[in-house]
Structure formats: C-alpha cells, structure tokens
C-alpha cells in the first residue's frame, strides 16, 4: 500500500493536483493483497454501440453481473440503423444502472466514446465495445490493484479472443506488474507495439479527466489515449483472463492489413507528441524510438513478404516509403540491407533460397516466443530499467 506524499511536478505539463507518489522501478507483488475495509470500488462502464444490436445485451449483462464492484453502464448508440436502439432502450427501462445516449447522427468511435464519458461517475472508467464481454471478476481484480496502488492510472491484463461462444477465462491472480509511467512509455516507444487489445483495460477516472478523453484517430484512438495516462503509473493483473475479444468480420481490427496498421500507429505516436505529452524532457528522443521501430517493422514486413513469395513492387515501395518517411536514415538499419539484398536476387527466386526460408521460420519462431512472453506478462520484450539519464539524447540513437 503506498501513502501520500508531496507531489513532483506534475508529468506531461499538466496542472499540479494532489496525488500519490509514483513507483521508482517496476514492481512485481507475488502474493498480491486486496486493500480491506472499503466499500467496493465504483465502476462506470461506457459501451459505444454501432449496428451491434445482436451483441449489445450481452455486453451489458457481463457488466452488471460484475461482483465486488458497484458498475453502473453509459451506452452510446451511434445511431444505428439495426435493433441497437430499441435493444439499448429496453435495457435502460429495465435496469437502474443503465443509462443511454442516442446520436441523431453517425459521429463515429471518438465522439461516441467521448460523449459517454461526460456521464461517468464512477472512480474509476471502462471503455468495452459492444461486442465484447467481460470475465466473471474482472472489474474486482483490477480495482483492488489500483486501489492498493493509488498512482496507478490504468490497469490491464490478459485478453482471451473468440468467435462463437467465449472460452472458459482463468480467474486465479497470480500476481501483479506496477511500472512507472515514464518506463512503460518507454517501452512502448521502443517497440512500437500495442500491448493491450481493449476490453481488458480498467481506468481510474480522475486521471482520465486530466489527461482528456480520446483524439480523432481513426483506428489508434485507444492507443494513444493509453500512451498518454502513462503520464502516472501502469499495472497489470497477471493470471487471470480479465476480458473475451470477439473477433469477427465486421470488428475494425478485421479491416486492417499491415501496412494501414503501420500507419495508423505512427499517427498515433505523433498526435501524442504532438500534444502535451510533447512537453517531456524526453519527448525528442521517445519520438525518435518510436519512429524507428515502426520503420524497422516495416523493414522486416516487406523482407518478409518477400521471403514467402507473397509481395509485388507496389507493395514493396509502399513498405519501403514508410520506412524512409518516418526515419530518413533508414538506409543505415540492417533490415535495409537486407531488404536490398533480396531485391536484387529478384522476384519468386527469393522465396526459394535456404537463407530466405531460414528467415521466414526464425521469425515465426520469434513471434511465437514474443507471443508467449506477452501473454504472461503485458509485454513482447523485456521491460528493461532505465538509469535516469538513459532517455536524453545522449543516450538515444538518432
């Protein structure tokens, strides 16, 4: 349990405001222990809802059957043209604990989340589309870990995906990861990847309404969003399941391929740049990192592609722009120069050399290990400390 004390200039230039110390490394608590003696923690769960009228009920149940926890729901129908609104409403005239907005208008995933959250109450914040669920005991476990660290401003865990029916979802907590803001930032920064898919995230509001709510972002609104709370310190609640992702053809991750994603997370990291998280001592230099692991990612697809036969000279250029748009000494990383390499041995013979094969198995092999990694811990690689120096430019390769 951490107590309070004088407050440090407050991260990300936002106003000073009487809040908890923050953890100084990150901290693993084997045998975690709920804080005893409070009344359960309150949960508002906003649900935007477009043309998810078929999920829209479930979704509700799986919040209001939530326990150790007092969860009152915000539904925002974006204004569908399917069932959604007549479900929403029978929803609202039944229970107590829902409320709704109905747009006149379509206004799209930002405005809709957005709108809801001007409703919430709760101490803490859940954004859950439609057509996912959440586990038995999810919302329970992740306030008892913020509630015992009271600077953390967000919380995550392990995300199970379904199709049909969700799969039976671990309950037991193993243990629980409380990084430093500043170091989870990092992190994400230097592997440009998201770690978290969603549903799983738990919010305390207070630092929500410091840090604002989501940015016009057409995919990455999530993401940037969550960049931005680690201005104040991050945790996951490591064993159980704590959200069911639905995945289906209609879900905007399903429209995605590679190379929108790519760009969509780059936008993501310069609106957060761009903003006040712009006013970090270190914001240069995080910029820098995240634009060269999205180029070296980009690199490796389009390597990648050609190791499996599965590219053609548009989608190469395409990959190979990216990559140069977002670190111009592009051509210095090895992955360029191994992108060179196959291009100039040419077209299908690069799938059938031993070298390229090689590759394309080490890394599938090297997916699955990161995979595994993520799913126990939060992360794709290991969290590595930072001396309090190590984000100046000095120490960060341009």
């Known amino acids: ?71 009152d729901v915000v539904i925002v129908d974006d204004a569908s043209t399917d069932r959604s609104g007549a479900v929403a409403r029978s929803l609202a005239a039944r229970e107590p604990a829902v409320r709704l907005i109905e747009h006149e208008r379509n206004r799209g995933p930002v405005v809709t989340f957005n709108d809801g959250l001007e409703l919430a109450r709760g101490e803490f914040l859940v954004r859950l589309d439609a057509d996912d669920l959440l586990p038995p005991g999810a919302l329970a476990r992740a306030t008892a870990l913020a509630r015992a660290y009271p600077s953390v401003g967000l919380v995550y865990g392990h995300p199970l995906h379904f199709r049909a029916e969700p799969p039976p979802a671990r309950s037991v907590v193993r243990s ?46 999530d993401t940037e969003m969550w960049l931005r709370i680690a201005a104040v310190d991050v945790a996951r609640v490591n064993g159980p399941d704590q959200a069911w992702h639905r995945d289906h053809p209609r879900s905007r991750s399903a429209t995605l391929d590679q190379l929108a994603d790519l760009h969509h997370r780059a936008d993501a990291y310069e609106t957060l740049f761009a903003g006040v998280a712009g006013t970090l001592s270190e914001a240069p230099a995080l910029a820098r990192m995240a634009r060269r692991a999205l180029a070296r990612e980009a690199l490796r697809a389009a390597c990648h592609r050609l190791d499996r036969g599965r590219a053609d000279d548009e989608t190469i250029a395409a990959f190979t722009a990216l990559a140069r748009r977002l670190e111009p000494a592009c051509t210095s990383l090895p992955e360029w120069a191994g992108l060179q390499r196959r291009v100039a041995t040419g077209g299908a013979r690069v799938s059938r050399q031993p070298r390229s094969v090689a590759a394309a198995l080490g890394r599938r092999a090297e997916y699955e290990i990161r995979r595994r990694r993520w799913s126990r811990t939060g992360a794709f690689n290991r969290t590595r400390s930072l001396p309090p120096d190590a984000l100046t430019p000095a120490r960060v390769r341009a």
């Open 1 to 71: 349990m951490q107590t309070s004390a004088p407050q440090p200039p407050a991260p990300f230039g936002l106003p000073r405001l009487p809040a908890p110390v923050g953890v100084q490394r990150v901290i693993r608590v084997r045998s975690p222990s709920p804080v005893m003696g409070q009344p359960p923690a309150t949960v508002t769960v906003v649900i935007p809802c477009f043309e998810y009228g078929c999920f829209l009920e479930a979704a509700v149940r799986s919040c209001l059957s939530q326990s150790g926890v007092t969860v």
């Open 176 to 221: 629980w990861t409380i990084w430093p803001g500043r170091q989870w930032l990092a992190d994400r920064c230097r592997d440009g990847l998201s770690v978290i898919t969603a549903p799983e995230v738990v919010m305390r509001r207070s630092v929500v309404a410091r840090v604002g709510g989501q940015r016009p972002l057409p995919h990455t609104h």
